[in-house]
C-alpha cells in the first residue's frame, strides 16, 4: 500500500471519529490535550501520544525514540483540527461527495476574497504569510506556519479543511516532496482569489 493512501484512511477514520463525537465530554477532553500539547515535551503530551497511538495501525507505529514521520504527521493533523474545531458548533471538517478532495491552498484561497482593511497599509499580508508558509525550510517551520494560517482562517472565515488531504501533503513534505506540494498549495490559493461564494467546487 502506498503510504499516503495509508495515511489518508488512517487520517480520515481519526478524523469522522473525532467530528462525529466532538460534542461527547470524552472527545472535548481529547481535542483539549491535543491543543495542549502543540510545543510541549512528552510528558507534557503523552495522552495525546497515548490516542494517536491507539488509533493508527499497528505496522505504522515507530520503534525509535522519536516520533516517525507517519505518527509526528497524524499528531500534527489532529492539533490543527483540534484548534480549528474549537469553539465552533458546526463541523469544520470539509465533506462532498461529487468533490471529495480539497487542498488546503484552496480552503485558505477564502482568505483572499475578505475585502480588504482600507486603514492598513499592507493589502498583502495574507499573501505574505501564505508565501512563507509555503517556503518553509523544514516540517517544525512549516507546522509554526500551519498554526498561524488555521487560526487566521478560523477567525475570518466558515470554510472547511479537508484535513485527510492535509495528512498526504504533510506526509510528502517530511519525506523531502517539498516542491510538488508547495506548488499544488499555491496553484490553488491563487487560482480560487476569485472564486465566488455558492459555486460548486471544482
Known sequence: MKRESNIYGVC???INYLDKTKDEPATKAKLANLRNSINKDISYNIES??????????????TYKQLNYFEDTILTVLQLYAIYQQGKDESVVYRNDE??????????????????????????????????MVTSADFEELKHHLRQMIKLLKSKSKETIDFASLSIDLYDFRFGDKDPVRIKWSRDYYRYSAHKKGDKDE
Do not use: H
Open 12 to 14: 480520515l477514520n481519526i
Open 99 to 132: 468533490f471529495p478532495y480539497k487542498t488546503f491552498g484552496k480552503s485558505l484561497s477564502t482568505l483572499r476574497q475578505i475585502p480588504k482593511d482600507k486603514n492598513t497599509n499592507d493589502n498583502n499580508a495574507v499573501d505574505q504569510r501564505f508565501n512563507a
Open 49 to 62: 501520544l497515548a490516542f494517536v497511538f491507539s488509533m493508527i495501525p499497528e505496522d505504522c507505529l515507530g
